[in-house]
Nanobody
Framework: QVQLVESGGGLVQAGASLRLSCAAS????????LAWFRQAPGKEREFVAA????????DYADSVKGRFTISRDNAKNTVYLQMNKLKPEDTAVYYC????????????????????WGQGTQGTVAA
């Protein structure tokens, strides 16, 4: 089992930044591929960014490329999502997700590929 706990959400103005964190426990952290998804009111949960176990591979949704950066600190068992130049349409509950994938460089944007999920943290961007 893997437990994921997100933090760092809040209310900011458009153009500002937020940094989300997700602390993981339960399995060897470097064997976990990790991702961030988000869900806005009335919409389906969508992929935001993913990173491989080693941190060497990452992927982003087109809507956040150039503004968001996913990173991980395997010594701290934590994955981060740095969100810059935020827009009102970035308002959503942000979820951390994980799947056990040792020695796999590729990442996946598919929601159903992730087995473990956090409870989510709210990020709100005011116009």
């Amino acid at each position: 089992q893997v437990q994921l706990v997100e933090s760092g959400g809040g209310l900011v103005q458009a153009g500002a930044s937020l940094r989300l964190s997700c602390a993981a426990s339960g399995r060897t952290f470097s064997n976990l591929a990790l991702a961030w998804f988000r869900q806005a009111p009335g919409k389906e949960r969508e992929f935001v960014a993913a990173i491989s176990g080693s941190g060497g591979t990452s992927d982003y949704a087109d809507s956040v490329k150039g503004r968001f950066t996913i990173s991980r600190d395997n010594a701290k068992n934590t994955v981060y999502l740095q969100m810059n130049k935020l827009k009102p349409e970035d308002t959503a509950v942000y979820y951390c997700a994980a799947v056990y994938r040792p020695f796999v460089a590729q990442v996946t944007p598919r929601r159903n590929d992730y087995r473990y999920w956090g409870q989510g943290t709210q990020g709100t961007v005011a116009a």
